[in-house]
């Protein structure tokens, strides 16, 4: 079998050309990034990256997308094992093409920043980064990393400009089922919330000044990035072919030294449309060389164009968005990121879904061409176009190809984006979030008595059973049987129902209401009980995060991380 037609060898480098669809934040048609083939000159890497329809705004959300780059490297002589390369910031800088670009090197040195310098929008022509490594970190290095192979990676992501926010809605809070929070303003990033100001729905304890709350204000205060996109087909595959045999058993559905050909990750197929998953293109042996991974939507002929790679992946459970998520440096977005991502800086509006406003319609097949390929698109223009609805004949029932509702001439509640220009927070797959309470025991979010999640991002490496790291990422939330762990997902999903009933005759959870903005239906049912509609394994997960430990074709996810 082939091996995944974006990477292959050159000289000692490995490269991978990522070709990720966007869109442009304030209405444009998709665009893609393509990273050159990168060189090493004793310890630099070179290689190029640009991409179509960027901004950089100084007004409205007064902000700007980005690529995040960054780097890993395998020994050819030992174990062949994949690690991250950590940066010198002092030795990295940019070469600008035609539109000058800046950059900023994180101050943990796991990756770069690349961006627009000034206000503009349009196509980013060939940019050069140099990217100096921490060769200190690389045993048996030698200058021009002889016998060792690179891969760069990039994600765009989108920034998220400090400021206060409106948190919860107060129509919503009166709805029994949606357990929104009540009506507060969000000040200060470094400032705790005390017990119970989020309202009764919630049933938290005190939120203390460490947990991330996305206003970027106050002492020591950082903003952050968000993904533009939830994870795609192809990202996970590309993480999926950097793990060990030992790794890949614990985040495939199948054995890696399984058949060419088996899923390992099963596709979605709803009313006889089929959805992306991941096959087995080159099975592992021997326990030692791990499998190689690829796309497929279409049984059969994997990796080609049409193979959905550019969809958002589904069937994530909790501990495999945290693996991607550790891998590529990020880490979860909490619940009140959520709504800062969504929302922004303006006034909250009753009921509205992450396009600020209260219009929503459902997307076609019959409104498809090139179904599967990196330029799917819906002729629908409807105001409110979201992926939900999968118990209305003619809706899509599967994920679609992220940012897929822009269009050159969509505006935002066109195009599906929140305030900032973040695509799909409504809809197409579910979000998984750290929540602030812990149902009826009304504990922050927590792993033990005293350890809160605090947003530590992930450094790159999983550990050896291919999890995130627990060693390193210690605040982040796990699944243990019977406690609350208070994580659970937002925005909704493609299986949510056309109407506003939580409930259909075979328990599936689903409402049109849980793509709002506000609604926590998902995350747990916190008044003194359990919400019997969030315990059923469908998308909702009761008082002890049940389902988060499964693979639910209805979640997948993103991640954030701080700016600087």
Not at 142 to 156: D, K, L, P, S, W
Not at 316 to 336: I, K, N, T, V
Not at 375 to 402: A, D, I, K, Q, W
Not at 490 to 510: E, I, K, L, P, Q
Request: hydrophobic share 35%; proline share 3%.
């Amino acid at each position: 079998m082939k091996e995944s037609k974006n990477r292959f060898i050159m000289s000692s480098f490995k490269l991978l050309i990522i070709s990720i669809v966007m869109f442009f934040a304030f209405g444009a048609k998709a665009n893609n990034v393509q990273i050159g083939t990168p060189t090493v000159t004793n310890d630099v890497i070179t290689f190029t990256v640009q991409w179509d329809n960027s901004w950089r705004v100084a007004t409205g959300p007064s902000n700007w997308d980005a690529v995040w780059l960054f780097v890993k490297w395998q020994d050819c002589n030992n174990q062949r094992k994949w690690t991250h390369a950590d940066l010198v910031a002092a030795g990295c800088s940019v070469v600008s093409g035609a539109v000058t670009m800046t950059s900023t090197v994180t101050s943990d040195n796991k990756g770069m920043f690349l961006y627009r310098q000034g206000t503009g929008q349009g196509n980013i022509p060939s940019t050069t980064v140099n990217l100096k490594l921490n060769t200190a970190g690389i045993p048996g290095w030698v200058a021009g990393g002889t016998n060792m192979n690179f891969e760069v990676f990039g994600i765009e992501m989108v920034y998220i400009t400090p400021g206060s926010y409106d948190l919860g809605d107060a129509s919503e809070y009166a709805d029994g089922w949606c357990d929104a929070f009540n009506n507060y303003t969000v000040t200060n990033e470094t400032t705790a919330i005390a017990a119970g100001m989020l309202g009764a729905n919630a049933t938290h304890a005190a939120i203390p000044a460490t947990f991330p709350k996305g206003t970027g204000l106050g002492v020591g205060a950082n903003p952050i990035y968000c993904m533009k996109y939830e994870i795609t087909v192809q990202q996970y595959v590309d993480f999926l072919n950097e793990l060990t045999y030992l790794q890949q058993s614990s985040r495939l559905m199948v054995s890696p030294n399984s058949a060419a050909g088996s899923w390992a990750y099963t596709r979605t197929n709803a009313g006889g449309y089929n959805y992306g998953g991941i096959v087995i293109s080159s099975p592992g042996t021997n326990n030692m060389i791990p499998a190689v991974l690829a796309a497929d939507c279409n049984s059969g002929n994997y990796d080609n164009f049409d193979d959905c790679q550019t969809y958002a992946m589904n069937y994530l459970s909790w501990a495999d968005l945290g693996a991607f998520l550790d891998w590529a440096c990020l880490r979860p977005m909490s619940e009140l990121e959520f709504e800062k991502i969504c929302r922004g800086s303006v006034p909250r509006v009753a009921g509205e879904y992450a396009w600020g406003d209260v219009n929503i319609n459902y997307i076609t097949p019959a409104s498809l061409s090139n179904s599967g390929q990196s330029n799917e698109v819906s002729s629908l223009s409807s105001l409110g176009l979201c992926n939900y609805g999968y118990s209305t004949v003619g809706s899509l029932g599967g994920p679609m190809r992220v940012g897929m509702l822009a269009k050159a001439t969509t505006v935002r509640n066109q195009a599906g984006t929140t305030y900032y220009g973040v695509a799909d927070m409504s809809g197409n797959v579910a979000e998984q979030c750290v929540g602030v309470g812990a149902g009826a025991n009304g504990a922050v979010v927590h792993n033990s008595a005293t350890t809160y999640f605090t947003g530590k991002e992930g450094d790159g490496n999983v550990d050896a059973n291919g999890n995130f790291d627990g060693a390193l990422v210690a605040d982040w939330p796990t699944i243990v049987a019977g406690t609350d762990m208070g994580i659970g997902i937002r925005g909704g999903h493609f299986y949510c129902r056309t109407d506003a009933n939580y409930t259909t005759a075979n328990g599936v959870t689903s409402s049109i209401y849980a793509l709002r903005v506000s609604d926590r239906i998902f995350m747990y049912n916190s008044g003194g009980g359990v919400n019997p509609w969030c315990n059923n394994g469908w998308g909702g997960y009761g008082t002890y995060s049940s389902g988060l430990d499964q693979r639910l074709f209805t979640n997948g996810g993103r991640g954030v991380r701080k700016a600087n």
